[in-house]
């Protein structure tokens, strides 16, 4: 069933049923007590008219007075006196009238009521000042029973069927507004194809479900983006890169077994094809490495990583691969919480992406000062690293993160353009992000943020 008509089905069962209950609860209080009030006026002029009629007129006066002013004629009312002891009644064709349970129910129990039809009885026993015991009864007819409850019967039916016809019309409303924001949604990504794997869903100010699903949505976004961008670039980026060093010692080869040639020269070709095969096999490792980092979650080793330890371990590992280097760490902003510090990660790609960056800065600045900062908020750790070096120009911002892409003002420095984009989809399987900013020979800072105690890897 669709989900609309699904909403419009429930609210209307819902809706119904409420209102068949709390109209069925206020027609049956209403009718009660009407009957029960009915009964009790009944019974008071029972008594007034057991003292007019049967005790000394002298000593009911006053009795009468009230009666007669404040006591009006009810619809058909009639009064049945009932000698008790064997006295003879005054009229014996009206009381044989009266419901026949009537009588023996108040000579035993003091009082009784009964109804034939619209025609309501009450009476009670009374017993004169000369010790004679009559049942004394009234009745008459119910007016309110049958007129007001009747109305009130149709009003609420009436309200029923408006409230029915009320709830369909805003029902079809809400479940229209309940199911706009899902067909936004579903508007919105059937716009995202192949071609604009970059697109996301705008995510709205109002935390609800639906801001969950566009927040998890986009980050299934950046791991599809990642891991197709990577499968795209990978053949066309290997056969292009490895062609190279590949073609470099096929020539070489060739070339020296062309002809007998002297020692010096054969040792001068395999110390050629040996550098290039050291290229080869460089490129293939980095290509490697970037292949894996398609967020392909199941194959990532997890484990708590103390950022700052991972830091002080970049350090002193890119020393001693180079003594060159200058890094200086700045810890003054860690916070009191060593707790902070911690995230859920693969450690050996956190430190591949991390030391990409650092050797970036320290090669770019021509090994001058590199520093790195480390500081953390409630929800996430920021790496700050800033370099003094050559910057990249604005224009070409926008392809730093393309396999083998190289700025313009960086073809004297070795390099194959696989370190960055490497280093953020590392970034990027942690649900972290990572954003540069640079200035043309003033430098670059870099700046990775990573979710504390994330486990979503």
Same mark, same amino acid.
């Not at 009468?64 to 008790?84: A, W």
């Not at 007129?147 to 029923?160: F, Q």
């Not at 991972?310 to 020393?319: A, M, Y």
């Given at each position: 069933?669709?989900?609309?008509?699904?909403?419009?089905?429930?609210?209307?069962?819902?809706?119904?049923?409420?209102?068949?209950?709390?109209?069925?609860?206020?027609?049956?209080?209403?009718?009660?007590?009407?009957?029960?009030?009915?009964?009790?006026?009944?019974?008071?002029?029972?008594?007034?008219?057991?003292?007019?009629?049967?005790?000394?007129?002298?000593?009911?006066?006053?009795?009468?007075?009230?009666?007669?002013?404040?006591?009006?004629?009810?619809?058909?009312?009639?009064?049945?006196?009932?000698?008790?002891?064997?006295?003879?009644?005054?009229?014996?064709?009206?009381?044989?009238?009266?419901?026949?349970?009537?009588?023996?129910?108040?000579?035993?129990?003091?009082?009784?009521?009964?109804?034939?039809?619209?025609?309501?009885?009450?009476?009670?026993?009374?017993?004169?000042?000369?010790?004679?015991?009559?049942?004394?009864?009234?009745?008459?007819?119910?007016?309110?029973?049958?007129?007001?409850?009747?109305?009130?019967?149709?009003?609420?039916?009436?309200?029923?069927?408006?409230?029915?016809?009320?709830?369909?019309?805003?029902?079809?409303?809400?479940?229209?507004?309940?199911?706009?924001?899902?067909?936004?949604?579903?508007?919105?990504?059937?716009?995202?194809?192949?071609?604009?794997?970059?697109?996301?869903?705008?995510?709205?100010?109002?935390?609800?479900? @639906?801001?969950?699903? $566009?927040?998890? &949505?986009?980050?299934?976004?950046? =791991? #599809? !983006?990642?891991?197709?961008?990577? /499968?795209?670039?990978?053949?066309?980026?290997?056969?292009?890169?490895?062609?190279?060093?590949?073609?470099?010692?096929?020539?070489?080869?060739?070339?020296?077994?062309?002809?007998?040639?002297?020692?010096?020269?054969?040792?001068?070709?395999?110390?050629?094809?040996?550098?290039?095969?050291?290229?080869?096999?460089?490129?293939?490792?980095?290509? @490697?490495?970037?292949? $894996?980092?398609? &967020?392909?979650?199941?194959?990532? =080793? #997890? !484990?708590?990583?103390?950022?700052? /330890?991972?830091?002080?371990?970049?350090?002193?590992?890119?020393?001693?691969?180079?003594?060159?280097?200058?890094?200086?760490?700045?810890?003054?902003?860690?916070?009191?919480?060593?707790?902070?510090?911690?995230?859920?990660?693969?450690?050996?790609?956190?430190?591949?992406?991390?030391?990409?960056?650092?050797?970036?800065?320290?090669?770019?600045?021509?090994?001058?000062?590199?520093?790195?900062?480390?500081?953390?908020?409630?929800?996430?750790?920021?790496?700050?690293?800033?370099?003094?070096?050559?910057?990249?120009?604005?224009?070409?911002?926008?392809?730093?993160?393309?396999?083998?892409?190289?700025?313009?003002?960086?073809?004297?420095?070795?390099?194959?353009?696989?370190?960055?984009?490497?280093?953020?989809?590392?970034?990027?399987?942690?649900?972290?992000?990572?954003?540069?900013?640079?200035?043309?020979?003033?430098?670059?800072?870099?700046?990775?943020?990573?979710?504390?105690?994330?486990?979503?890897?």
């Amino acid at each position: 069933m669709n989900i609309r008509y699904r909403i419009i089905y429930i609210l209307i069962t819902a809706f119904v049923l409420y209102s068949v209950l709390s109209s069925g609860f206020i027609y049956y209080s209403i009718s009660q007590f009407s009957l029960t009030d009915f009964y009790k006026r009944l019974e008071i002029r029972a008594a007034v008219m057991a003292k007019v009629k049967l005790d000394d007129p002298n000593d009911v006066n006053s009795i009468k007075e009230v009666g007669q002013e404040y006591l009006e004629i009810l619809p058909n009312q009639i009064e049945y006196i009932v000698p008790v002891d064997g006295q003879s009644a005054e009229n014996d064709s009206l009381i044989n009238t009266l419901p026949k349970e009537l009588v023996p129910e108040v000579v035993s129990n003091g009082a009784g009521k009964a109804r034939n039809g619209n025609t309501f009885y009450s009476g009670i026993l009374y017993e004169t000042q000369q010790n004679k015991r009559f049942v004394v009864v009234v009745s008459a007819e119910n007016y309110f029973y049958t007129h007001h409850i009747a109305y009130l019967r149709n009003l609420l039916l009436a309200s029923l069927i408006i409230g029915i016809l009320l709830i369909v019309f805003l029902s079809f409303v809400i479940s229209k507004s309940l199911i706009r924001p899902i067909k936004n949604v579903v508007t919105e990504v059937k716009k995202i194809g192949t071609e604009n794997l970059h697109h996301r869903l705008g995510i709205p100010a109002i935390d609800d479900p @639906l801001s969950d699903l $566009r927040i998890t &949505f986009n980050d299934m976004l950046n =791991r #599809l !983006e990642t891991s197709f961008e990577t /499968q795209k670039n990978f053949i066309s980026n290997a056969s292009h890169e490895l062609n190279t060093p590949l073609t470099s010692i096929i020539g070489e080869a060739d070339l020296v077994l062309s002809k007998e040639r002297e020692v010096e020269q054969y040792k001068k070709s395999l110390s050629k094809i040996l550098n290039e095969a050291e290229k080869l096999d460089k490129k293939t490792k980095a290509l @490697l490495y970037l292949a $894996r980092t398609g &967020f392909d979650g199941k194959s990532q =080793r #997890l !484990e708590k990583v103390r950022i700052d /330890q991972l830091i002080l371990d970049v350090q002193e590992n890119l020393l001693e691969f180079n003594h060159t280097f200058k890094i200086s760490i700045d810890f003054s902003l860690l916070p009191e919480n060593p707790e902070k510090l911690k995230i859920k990660g693969n450690e050996e790609l956190l430190h591949l992406a991390l030391s990409n960056i650092v050797i970036n800065a320290c090669k770019y600045s021509n090994n001058n000062q590199v520093y790195i900062a480390l500081g953390a908020t409630e929800d996430e750790v920021h790496i700050v690293i800033k370099d003094s070096g050559i910057g990249i120009p604005e224009n070409e911002l926008q392809y730093i993160y393309d396999p083998y892409f190289r700025a313009s003002n960086a073809a004297s420095y070795e390099g194959y353009g696989i370190g960055l984009p490497l280093s953020r989809n590392i970034v990027r399987i942690h649900n972290g992000s990572l954003q540069i900013k640079s200035e043309l020979n003033k430098g670059t800072t870099v700046q990775i943020n990573l979710p504390v105690g994330n486990y979503k890897l």
